[in-house]
């Protein structure tokens, strides 16, 4: 086989951006600060709106005894038990993506050299958890070993370079791969557990407790979370995908597709027994699946795409920095002073 020539190979390698060029190729125009508070609002309203289903879960169960007192017990433990639920699958799932590290991509000229040094503080906390987590945890399986291994030698050696090759090929491997059985496994409790609840206010609250647990476990695996901007877009699509589900479940529809939902349980022995459940709410709980696995794609796609654009980021040449600023303005001063100094006294 003929070996390639070195022109053949320079054309293989990657060019290299000035920050303008990234600046125009990558840099999008974005309101951070709107984007800050927007992701309270929508994450404030998917809690207001599972506080809401979880009381009236409640209260519908309350109705259904007579006597005051069974009903004011009832009413107490219910309540303690919602709080729990609340704290386990809103509180908590929110705290930890939010309190994830981010990669900063959208930068221009006076901003890329902070953003350069954030994200390789983001690359490094992101090595030591995978390390950590792969040492520490017994038979994870989501990460390769082998990767792993040549991580943390990157990581011990400060080899920058080998540490991103080695993340790049955990993302595109063995993360990838682990990422989307998280989804599918996630989508496929969504849809069965919305086949079997026949409640709109229990299908909004599975739908929305089951979304934002798949995003905590996907922020977790990959070690950071999307930006504010794009988080903003997942926890729309939370949002609506719990509104859509609220109002699936009023909807009754026929069985087109209970034959495909059934061979599909048939290999989860706690629904063995109520395939015939899903005679009309297989469509329904079909929907609220494919919105949950959307989600999921969503995310894996925002945090692929913000993983390559750090990379690039990192690669590109700054031509302009603070000293150098700072030893033009020194120069010019020296000038002045200089000159003035030359310059005769006026009488």
Same mark, same amino acid.
Request: charged share 20%.
């Given at each position: ?245 609220? +109002?699936?479940? @009023?909807?009754? %529809? !026929?069985?087109?597709?209970? *034959?495909?939902?059934? &061979?599909?349980? #048939?290999?989860?022995? /706690? ?17 609220? +699946?494919?919105? @949950?696995?959307? %989600? !999921?794609?969503?995310?894996? *796609?925002?945090?692929? &795409?913000?993983? #390559?654009?750090?990379? /690039? ?17 020194? +120069? ?16």
């Amino acid at each position: 086989m003929a070996k390639k020539s070195k022109k053949d190979k320079e054309v293989q390698l990657p060019e290299k951006l000035t920050i303008y060029e990234y600046e125009q190729k990558y840099t999008k125009h974005q309101n951070v600060r709107g984007a800050k508070i927007a992701l309270k609002l929508i994450a404030a309203t998917i809690g207001i709106g599972m506080a809401a289903c979880l009381f009236l879960i409640t209260m519908k169960v309350v109705d259904l005894f007579t006597d005051q007192r069974v009903r004011i017990g009832v009413g107490v433990g219910m309540g303690l038990i919602c709080l729990g639920l609340y704290i386990a699958f809103f509180i908590v799932p929110l705290v930890k993506i939010l309190k994830t590290g981010y990669f900063e991509v959208n930068v221009n000229a006076y901003t890329a050299r902070e953003a350069q040094k954030h994200n390789k503080k983001v690359r490094h906390d992101i090595a030591h958890k995978i390390i950590e987590l792969t040492s520490k945890v017994e038979g994870v399986g989501w990460y390769d070993s082998e990767v792993v291994g040549s991580l943390a030698i990157a990581l011990h050696g400060n080899d920058e370079e080998s540490l991103k090759q080695a993340l790049t090929e955990l993302y595109t491997g063995s993360v990838k791969k682990s990422a989307k059985s998280l989804i599918n496994k996630t989508a496929m409790r969504s849809a069965m557990y919305s086949a079997l609840s026949q409640t709109d206010k229990v299908d909004a609250l599975l739908v929305a407790f089951l979304n934002l647990q798949l995003v905590k476990d996907l922020v977790f695996l990959y070690g950071f979370r999307p930006s504010d901007p794009k988080l903003v877009r997942i926890f729309a699509r939370v949002l609506q995908n719990s509104l859509i589900a609220y +109002g699936l479940g @009023t909807v009754k %529809i !026929g069985n087109s597709i209970v *034959k495909t939902m059934g &061979d599909v349980v #048939k290999g989860i022995p /706690i629904l063995g027994s109520a395939i015939s459940v899903l005679v009309d709410s297989s469509v329904q709980g079909l929907t609220n +699946g494919v919105l @949950t696995a959307v %989600i !999921g794609y969503q995310t894996i *796609k925002y945090l692929s &795409d913000e993983y #390559k654009l750090q990379n /690039i980021l990192d690669g590109v040449e700054i031509a302009e920095t603070e000293e150098e600023l700072q030893e033009v303005c020194l +120069g010019l001063e020296k000038e002045l002073k200089s000159g003035h100094s030359k310059m005769p006294q006026a009488v």
